[in-house]
């Protein structure tokens, strides 16, 4: 119901009560007025007929009473005159005529008592007036009473009741009330349509109103209010029509600022409001993730934070985290549905060793597998699980494919994916950044630890790491293996051919080293010619076969430089921890001690450290 309705009903109750408190009034005040007229009538008409009776009985005529009744109705417009004899009276005189006889309880109540009594009488025909006056013998006055009647003073000597039709009165009072009722129902109406023609602008303005709100609620800011007057209510229509433009421009604004900012395009007829909330939450959300990876300390962390945003952000639970060697010759899984993992569950593993298959790694762009199903000929996803969809993305580092992020999902589900990917992109283009400072944050920190001439571990990543080893040893109480290696003779190679000569003989060297142990032990370039090799969990035993072997494939070894072929030795000192030393720099003395050793003995052989090689007064 609108406000001109409610308004209008209001109004016709409070007048339908109001009129009925006055029809209600008027009757009562007119039936309490026809009561009063009555009553004065039958009073007045009362006294006359006692006036004449006396005048009657002083002239002797009083046997003419019964005429004078008759024509007194006539004049005086009463229904029904007769006069009552008291018993008293009829003692002295007789019962008088027959319709002066008592006639009913009224009457003889008013005898009895001595007061005039009125009522009105409904006689299913008609409605009358009945007044039955007492006449009260009294010595005062003339004549006096008592003269005639042998009575005593203040006895009632008769009564006269006459009656009389209010029929007429009451017609009138009816017509009347009515006659007002008209009147007044006539300006409530008038009032009526004067308040509705004045409220139809106000309900037609609040409609607007609701309309123009609703619209607004699903995304359409373009309806107006219609302005229907030139007050108040048609400010309000002008002040919304306002807030209707401000808010459609500048919602249109930032929605295309933020459809910029999320590569998304809108969609025909979609709720403007709703689809910009959404855009702001999703870069709100994204801001908060790369915070949040911005402080994780590896790129390892920032693969799980990535994983874990796209199952609990997305929904999503089957995909692949790749990310490309720093060679651009290699791709390795990291993770693969929601865990890490190495190997490649959706794709043809090919794309592992030769990345150009990877159709993202290749273009750069990304790969929509939704609406070009066929478009990669390496997605190969298992055939038990059933048909699969994917869009893959490219993560951009240094102006190449870093990272590829592959998702999946089912043909029923690819709408709801499709819907997903502006969002997916602002995380990605989000991590990208990071991942990429990470990543020369890593290559920057191994470059410290690394030589860079032979890609191995120096000094200096021995020294960080030690502490992992020593806890490691004595945690599992095992053994490792220290092997002190040095080149013989070799600065005659650096005077004789150069350095250049001497750099690839070290290089040599190193892929020999590299190839004599196992991918768990460590190789050191401890410095110049000097090399150390931790042979993890290994006994002294294994370990001088494993320093014969690499002194046998060292004397072996023929480098070939500017058409000349060297060949060199290699001497190898070799101690155990903890069994020579509980402490691990004291170990390495020890192998460093063997080593000395070895040289003295004649270099291109291997020893191992005994606790007689030790002296606190050698130099070494």
């Not at 006396?54 to 002797?60: A, P, R, V």
Request: net charge negative; proline share 3%; with cysteine.
């Amino acid at each position: 119901m609108n406000l001109n309705a409610k308004v209008t009903l209001f109004f016709i109750s409070i007048a339908a009560a109001l009129l009925a408190v006055l029809v209600a009034i008027s009757l009562y005040a007119f039936r309490s007025f026809s009561i009063a007229s009555a009553t004065d009538h039958i009073r007045t008409a009362g006294e006359i007929v006692r006036v004449h009776l006396t005048e009657s009985m002083i002239n002797g005529v009083i046997d003419k009473r019964e005429s004078f009744l008759k024509r007194m109705l006539e004049v005086q417009g009463l229904k029904s005159a007769r006069v009552i004899r008291s018993p008293e009276v009829e003692k002295q005189f007789g019962k008088g005529l027959s319709v002066e006889s008592v006639a009913d309880d009224s009457e003889r109540q008013v005898l009895r008592e001595g007061k005039p009594r009125f009522e009105v009488i409904d006689t299913g025909e008609e409605t009358v007036f009945r007044g039955t006056i007492p006449y009260i013998a009294s010595a005062s006055g003339t004549p006096n009473c008592l003269q005639c009647h042998q009575v005593e003073e203040g006895a009632v000597l008769g009564a006269v009741s006459m009656t009389m039709s209010i029929d007429g009165l009451r017609q009138k009072a009816l017509f009347t009330v009515a006659g007002i009722a008209g009147a007044v129902a006539f300006f409530v109406l008038l009032v009526i349509v004067l308040l509705r023609r004045l409220l139809r602008p106000i309900s037609d303005t609040a409609n607007a109103v609701e309309d123009a709100v609703q619209h607004a609620l699903r995304g359409d800011f373009k309806v107006h209010v219609e302005k229907k007057t030139n007050d108040e209510i048609g400010q309000i229509a002008t002040d919304m029509n306002r807030l209707l433009t401000f808010l459609d421009d500048g919602l249109n604004r930032i929605g295309s600022n933020v459809a910029r900012l999320t590569d998304r395009t809108p969609a025909a007829g979609e709720n403007l409001l709703t689809a910009t909330i959404d855009m702001v939450e999703g870069l709100t959300k994204a801001a908060h993730f790369k915070q949040a990876i911005e402080e994780d300390e590896v790129k390892v962390e920032i693969y799980q934070r990535l994983s874990t945003t796209l199952q609990q952000e997305f929904a999503l639970h089957e995909f692949s985290l790749y990310e490309v060697s720093s060679n651009k010759k290699q791709m390795r899984s990291i993770m693969v549905d929601g865990a890490m993992a190495d190997t490649c569950r959706w794709c043809d593993p090919e794309i592992m060793i030769r990345p150009e298959a990877c159709r993202v790694r290749r273009t750069g762009h990304i790969v929509d597998g939704i609406s070009n199903p066929d478009i990669c000929y390496s997605f190969r996803p298992p055939a038990e699980l059933g048909e699969r969809r994917h869009v893959c993305f490219p993560i951009i580092q240094s102006g190449s494919v870093g990272s590829v992020v592959q998702l999946l999902t089912t043909p029923g589900e690819q709408e709801k994916l499709l819907a997903q990917v502006p969002y997916i992109n602002v995380y990605l283009r989000e991590t990208a950044p990071v991942l990429e400072t990470k990543r020369l944050m890593e290559s920057l920190r191994d470059s410290t630890l690394r030589d860079p001439m032979t890609g191995l571990n120096n000094r200096r990543f021995l020294e960080e790491y030690v502490e992992t080893l020593v806890a490691s040893v004595q945690r599992k109480r095992t053994h490792v293996a220290i092997l002190m290696l040095d080149l013989d003779y070799f600065k005659m190679v650096n005077d004789t051919y150069g350095h250049d000569a001497g750099d690839a003989v070290l290089k040599s060297l190193s892929n020999v080293l590299k190839q004599s142990v196992r991918a768990s032990d460590l190789v050191i370039r401890y410095g110049g010619e000097e090399f150390l090799i931790i042979l993890v969990d290994s006994e002294s035993t294994a370990a001088e076969r494993v320093a014969e072997n690499i002194r046998a494939a060292v004397e072996a070894l023929k480098v070939q430089v500017s058409g000349i072929v060297l060949q060199k030795t290699i001497s190898i000192g070799i101690s155990d921890f903890p069994t020579d030393s509980d402490t691990f720099w004291q170990a390495v003395k020890f192998a460093d001690v063997a080593l000395y050793q070895a040289k003295e003995q004649g270099r291109n052989r291997v020893i191992r450290f005994n606790p007689e090689m030790w002296s606190d007064t050698k130099e070494y």
